[in-house]
């Protein structure tokens, strides 16, 4: 079946650190990738998106994602972050293998410190 | 430009009461998505819709939930008898197919006392 893991629950960083937010899945088939952010009481947002080529994807707000596939994984980066990334960052999926349904990883929250 | 429109935002009622939540999806998106979000389980998609047609509800937590899409601008996510562990915030997403970006609705907040 497909399945997303986040191994980072909740990450606590100072404004500026650099971030690095794991996700790795397993699939059958071919992938689309995704990163969605949630705000504190908002709906999710597409952060960023993979479907082909370059596997270095830039999203908005300085984020950034790579697709390793030897090792199933798409990691969120962002150089230095700010107060106001404090969210919830969800990893999700999509597999010719799994019926091309999304599906998601259970979330990381990140709280950002001034 | 409309978004993904939701109704009600906030819906508060004592168990044993149906609940219908109502979903708008971006014109032109073919597929239509409904979660449940919780603190315990996180995110949960509970069935999705291609074409108006349902193709998995096997995120249904039970014959209390049921979901319709009469048409292409119109869902439903209906609870009868509903019941305290049902309250959750539950979010409708659409998209142009059903492996592309999604597009998330605002949310209903349902408490269920």
């Known amino acids: 079946a497909q399945s997303v893991s986040q191994h980072n629950h909740h990450v606590i960083l100072s404004e500026a650190a650099s971030l690095e937010l794991g996700c790795n899945y397993s699939?059958?088939?071919?992938?689309?990738l995704f990163w969605y952010v949630q705000y504190p009481g908002q709906h999710l947002q597409l952060l960023l998106k993979?479907?082909?080529?370059?596997?270095l994807v830039k999203g908005i707000k300085g984020f950034e994602a790579e697709f390793i596939k030897s090792k199933f994984s798409f990691n969120l980066r962002k150089p230095s972050v700010q107060w106001s990334d404090t969210a919830e960052y969800f990893c999700?999926?999509?597999?010719?293998?799994?019926?091309?349904?999304?599906?998601f990883g259970t979330g990381t929250q990140l709280k950002v410190e001034l | 430009d409309a978004g993904v429109i939701q109704s009600p935002r906030h819906e508060v009622t004592e168990m044993g009461q149906e609940v219908t939540l109502r979903c708008k999806p971006i014109?032109?998106?073919?597929?239509l998505f409904w979660y449940r979000q919780t603190m315990m389980r996180g995110l949960e998609l509970l069935i999705y819709?291609?074409?108006?047609?349902?193709?998995?509800d096997s995120g249904m937590p039970e014959d209390r939930f049921s979901a319709k899409m009469p048409n292409a601008s119109f869902s439903t996510l209906k609870i009868q008898p509903s019941e305290p562990r049902d309250s959750a915030v539950y979010f409708c997403?659409?998209?142009?197919?059903?492996?592309?970006?999604?597009?998330f609705g605002d949310g209903t907040r349902l408490s269920i006392l």
């Open positions: 699939y059958g088939g071919t992938v689309n």
């Open positions: 819709f291609n074409n108006n047609v349902p193709i998995d």
């Open positions: 993979y479907f082909s080529g370059d596997p």
């Open positions: 997403a659409s998209s142009f197919e059903s492996n592309q970006p999604q597009h």
């Open positions: 014109s032109g998106h073919n597929s």
């Open positions: 999700a999926v999509t597999s010719t293998g799994g019926g091309n349904k999304l599906t």
